[in-house]
Structures are given as structure tokens and as C-alpha cells.
Antibody, heavy 115, light 107 residues
Framework: QVQLVQSGAEVKKPGASVKVSCKAS????????ISWVRQAPGQGLEWMGW????????KYAQNLQGRVTMITDTSTSTAYMELRSLRSDDTAVYYC????????WGQGTLVTVSS | DIQMTQSPSSLSASVGDRVTITCRAS??????LAWFQQKPGKAPKSLIY???SLQSGVPSKFSGSGSGTDFTLTISSLQPEDFATYYC?????????FGGGTKVEIK
């Protein structure tokens, strides 16, 4: 069965960076891109970006441009999302999902930014 | 950017009720629309893709319709496990965007 398993919760100080991993199984990793979505406490879903299934082409949300990088490692079927210069309003649960239509989701990774 | 407007933002309904949630796109998105269900503390779950295609394993009480700018999600007979927040998302063009969500509560 399709599974996306994300790395564990993180606590970071303002200005630091965080890298969240998303390991895929149960399907051919190079057949689908990966979307990243976050959800601040008590808020709705915010699309962060997408990385293509094969050539690493990326699309990022305008408000994250310059601070976010998404990559994939096809040898391990793992996607990564790095967010830099963290601020308190980056505190959220971060999700990876399969494809642009997000048919399968990871379990989420809580990132807390606090001094 | 394409704005997705969901209505209502919340609703109260009883078990057995038929519930309809609407989603309007600020410009045409063909049928590139998905619906998700999210329960507290859980990841979203895909219900519908391509506006009206039921995701594998999702019960047939869920249905989606629409194309262009106006879309609906219908739950034919609300059950206790359906009380959750529902989101629409367009994937026609970047940036992909979500609606604000509809919280379905027990009356």
C-alpha cells in the first residue's frame, strides 16, 4: 500500500533551519511528484510547493521563495523540504503528499519555532 | 493566483442529513479540483479528485460535481464519522490553492 512516512517533530530557534523528510513506499517514486503543505495551529491548509517526479523541477509559494528548498533522492524514494530563517509564524504541522492532487499524505511533522 | 472560496465556513447537521458544501474558484479551473476530509490531529484524507472521481476506498455517500468555477461536495447521509473539516483544492495552475475549509459539526 502507498505510504509516506515523515521525520519526527522538531523544535527550532528563530533564525535556524529545519529539514523534513518524507519517505515513500508502495509505488514507483519517480511516477509522481511530491507536494508540501503546512497547517499552522488552528488554521487551514497552506500549499508550500511541489517538486516534479523526475527532473527535480520545483514550484514554490511566493511567500516562501528564497527560504524553502525541496529536493528528492530517487535512490531512497525520499523527498526533503528545507525551510531556513525560521520565524515564530513558521510553527506548523508540515505535510508531504503524493502528486499535485495529493491523493496520499504523510502523517505530518510538527515544527515548533520558539526562543 | 486563483482564490478558492468555500461556503459555508461551518455548518451544523444531524446524522442522516444530506450535506452540500460549495467551492468557487476565482477563475476557471476545468475539473482540476480535489476535496479532502480532515479530522482533528490527523492528516487530510483525499475524497475526490478531478472534481467528481471518487478516491479508491472512499464510500459512495461522498460525491463531487462541477467544472469551471463552481463545485460541490455532497454527503448523502451524514454519519458520526463524517463530522470533520472539509477542504477543496485547485490544481489547475500554480500556486496551488486551498479553500478556507468547512467545519461540519453535530447539531
Amino acid at each position: 500500500q502507498v505510504q509516506l512516512v515523515q521525520s519526527g517533530a522538531e523544535v527550532k530557534k528563530p533564525g535556524a533551519s529545519v529539514k523534513v523528510s518524507c519517505k515513500a513506499s508502495g509505488y514507483t517514486f519517480t511516477s509522481y511528484g511530491i507536494s508540501w503543505v503546512r497547517q499552522a495551529p488552528g488554521q487551514g491548509l497552506e500549499w508550500m510547493g511541489w517538486i516534479s517526479r523526475n527532473n527535480g523541477n520545483t514550484k514554490y509559494a511566493q511567500n516562501l521563495q528564497g527560504r524553502v528548498t525541496m529536493i528528492t533522492d530517487t535512490s531512497t524514494s525520499t523527498a526533503y523540504m528545507e525551510l531556513r530563517s525560521l520565524r515564530s509564524d513558521d510553527t506548523a504541522v508540515y505535510y508531504c503528499a503524493r502528486g499535485e492532487a495529493a491523493d496520499y499524505w504523510g502523517q505530518g511533522t510538527l515544527v515548533t519555532v520558539s526562543s | 493566483d486563483i482564490q478558492m472560496t468555500q461556503s459555508p465556513s461551518s455548518l451544523s447537521a444531524s446524522v442522516g442529513d444530506r450535506v452540500t458544501i460549495t467551492c468557487r474558484a476565482s477563475q476557471g479551473i476545468s475539473s482540476y479540483l480535489a476535496w479532502f476530509q480532515q479530522k482533528p490531529g490527523k492528516a487530510p484524507k483525499s475524497l475526490i479528485y478531478a472534481a467528481s472521481s471518487l478516491q479508491s476506498g472512499v464510500p459512495s455517500k461522498f460525491s463531487g460535481s462541477g467544472s469551471g468555477t463552481d463545485f460541490t461536495l455532497t454527503i448523502s447521509s451524514l454519519q458520526p464519522e463524517d463530522f470533520a473539516t472539509y477542504y477543496c483544492q485547485q490544481y489547475d495552475s500554480y500556486p496551488l490553492t486551498f479553500g478556507g475549509g468547512t467545519k461540519v459539526e453535530i447539531k
